[in-house]
């Protein structure tokens, strides 16, 4: 019975509903008022069900015509995302952008660059993963991810193509409330040892080697950069932490900076990341180009 259905009939009633007659879908369509009518009865005897009432002088959808009504919009949509995702591919457009981001990442630069993605390839699925350390890099080479951005040097990895995108400077602070934030003049590094430090952890094997500033006897460990600001702030350990997150906590005296004997802060550089074998396809080259632009004209590059 619905192999005779055609997408130009479901288009047809849909035009039909949203002006309220047949001579005003045939003006939006361009066509004739009497094809509008052909194409409508044409779906009535398709379906066996008659969709519009014709007692008064403008056919009315009838309840059955406004329940086929939603299943004509959600069938003629899928079909344009069908149509839309088929030129995707053809133009070398990847049919999903899957991407792993460190959290170190600036937020407000990614969803600048992901909101202009949007503009640009409106019908592009993406997906997104926030990790730390080398979780980012698991879930590129798991094939979950096409791109990941995180510090290249924590693993070590040759096999993967990546290049620079920007460097976070990580310094240490602590709340105000904090014994460590009432001491004057450099920090004892015996005084620091003594301690707790908020650390940043993942699950994965890739970065269980990483003991770079690990300075305090007593470690709490978080595989969420947020859920460690919180416990920062509330005076539970002092930690390295990206500037630029916590730059207004800086200015508005929630947190200080500490100057310890031996300094524990240092520079995160972080890349974006391919394996060789599945390079980022038009869209994935559009996002890594437009995120050195925002991250230059941030000064962050």
């Not at 149509?83 to 899957?98: D, F, G, K, Y």
């Not at 600036?106 to 350390?133: D, Q, W, Y």
């Not at 904090?178 to 005084?191: D, F, V």
Request: glycine share 6%; with cysteine.
């Amino acid at each position: 019975m619905l192999d005779s259905l055609t997408l130009d009939q479901l288009r047809i009633l849909i035009a039909v509903a949203e002006t309220g007659s047949f001579s005003a879908a045939a003006r939006r369509l361009g066509r004739v008022q009497s094809a509008i009518s052909q194409s409508v009865q044409g779906l009535e005897a398709t379906l066996e069900l008659q969709l519009f009432d014709r007692a008064g002088k403008t056919p009315q959808l009838n309840e059955a015509g406004r329940m086929i009504l939603n299943d004509a919009r959600d069938l003629v949509r899928g079909a344009e995302l069908l149509r839309a995702r088929a030129e995707t591919i053809v133009n070398a457009v990847e049919p999903e952008l899957s991407l792993a981001v460190d959290s170190l990442f600036p937020s407000r630069i990614l969803t600048a660059s992901l909101k202009a993605l949007n503009a640009v390839f409106p019908h592009l699925p993406v997906l997104i993963f926030t990790e730390g350390l080398g979780a980012a890099e698991q879930r590129l080479r798991d094939g979950v991810v096409r791109l990941a951005i995180y510090s290249q040097l924590i693993t070590g990895a040759s096999d993967l193509r990546g290049e620079r995108l920007t460097e976070i400077p990580m310094v240490p602070v602590v709340a105000a409330a904090h014994p460590l934030a009432s001491l004057r003049g450099p920090i004892p590094h015996a005084t620091l040892v003594e301690e707790t430090q908020l650390i940043l952890t993942d699950r994965s094997s890739l970065s269980q080697s990483l003991r770079g500033n690990l300075i305090s006897r007593r470690q709490w460990r978080f595989a969420d950069l947020h859920t460690r600001l919180d416990y920062l702030l509330a005076s539970l350990g002092w930690c390295n932490m990206p500037l630029h997150l916590i730059e207004p906590y800086l200015e508005s005296g929630q947190l200080v900076r500490l100057r310890p004997e031996q300094d524990t802060s240092f520079i995160a550089q972080l890349h974006i990341v391919h394996d060789p074998t599945r390079p980022p396809g038009q869209a994935g080259r559009w996002l890594i180009v437009d995120l050195k632009q925002r991250l230059k004209a941030a000064g962050l590059s």
